[in-house]
């Protein structure tokens, strides 16, 4: 269980991880089913990955959320960069990275994370980042620079990115688009009547939009969000969700299981069984998505470069070759 205190090593000081949710009374958590269990990160190549993930300084999703699926995709040397920095200016319900003033912009960020992609000898990587609502773009030029890094350093390896919504920051999305990333990836996270209880920063329609508008730019990079179930929506309301992705012209939808990462969380409400998320699957197939992956550890980069070529090859049948 992931806990809302940072320990460094001097054993006095103490961070608070999520300073909003401290006072918050603790939720009842369901027990979780057979199908979510996962086994804990012991093999060789989790901490291979480990180590040079370590050794240049670099931060990831996998460790900040407490993505279950961490030693599975280090073991394979599969990781997701989080960039500019490790605080978030949001304060997600759902969301277990740290809430707080960011620090400033680390320059040599772009250059570490692709040699650490060239190090791996990644064929596919995914680069996200925390929200960051104190720069004047939000952070987009970053996300050129890492991109455009990995490219000189890493002329194979394709690129999947995974940004925040770019909230009142005037010509960001064009920005990053016109980098163009393989792979443009923004989630919705849930449903929108879940908004302001799970994602009060947030606002639907403008995702949504964001999604639109980088077809708009480049309407060939792939297009993809992704969905939490377990936070209470109604069915009704995931198909809406599809619907209004596909409206935007998305490709690829992912849907996984909501995990409550600590009891001052927003509380699991239900635990979908793999036979639902095979439904959500089928159902998204029907309605024109290019690339589903729906089930209970279904994760935004989970199994990302596979799913890639995955992605091209559906799309080349679509276009009748």
Not at 116 to 123: F, H, I, N, P, Y
Request: with cysteine; glycine share 6%.
């Amino acid at each position: 269980m992931v806990t809302l205190i940072d320990r460094t090593d001097a054993p006095a000081a103490k961070k608070v991880r999520h300073p909003e949710k401290v006072h918050r009374a603790d939720t009842e958590r369901l027990e979780k089913p057979s199908w979510i269990r996962v086994r804990a990160p012991v093999s060789k190549g989790f901490q291979e990955t480990n180590s040079i993930v370590r050794e240049n300084k670099l931060v990831t999703v996998c460790e900040e959320a407490g993505c279950p699926n961490i030693g599975e995709c280090w073991d394979k040397k599969h990781a997701t960069f989080m960039v500019m920095g490790e605080i978030c200016t949001r304060a997600c319900a759902f969301c277990n990275v740290s809430t707080g003033v960011p620090t400033s912009l680390d320059l040599d960020e772009p250059r570490r994370v692709a040699d650490a992609v060239r190090q791996m000898g990644l064929k596919h990587v995914v680069i996200t980042s925390v929200d960051r609502d104190d720069l004047d773009d939000g952070g987009a030029q970053h996300f050129v620079e890492v991109i455009d890094a990995i490219r000189q350093a890493s002329p194979d390896t394709t690129v999947e990115i995974l940004t925040p919504d770019f909230l009142r920051k005037p010509g960001a999305i064009e920005k990053v688009a016109r980098a163009k990333p393989d792979v443009f990836n923004h989630n919705l996270e849930t449903v929108p009547s879940n908004y302001l209880t799970v994602r009060p920063g947030a606002r639907y329609f403008h995702s949504i939009r964001l999604l639109q508008l980088v077809k708009e730019v480049d309407p060939t990079i792939f297009t993809k969000s992704g969905i939490m179930v377990g936070l209470g929506e109604e069915r009704n309301e995931v198909l809406q969700v599809m619907d209004d992705l596909r409206a935007g012209g998305v490709d690829f939808l992912t849907i996984g299981q909501y995990l409550q990462p600590t009891r001052k969380h927003h509380p699991e409400k239900k635990f979908v069984t793999p036979d639902e998320f095979k439904a959500y699957e089928s159902v998204a197939y029907a309605k024109g998505f290019l690339m589903v992956s729906s089930s209970p550890l279904t994760r935004s980069s989970h199994h990302a470069g596979d799913d890639f070529a995955k992605l091209k090859a559906a799309r080349l049948a679509s276009q009748g070759f």
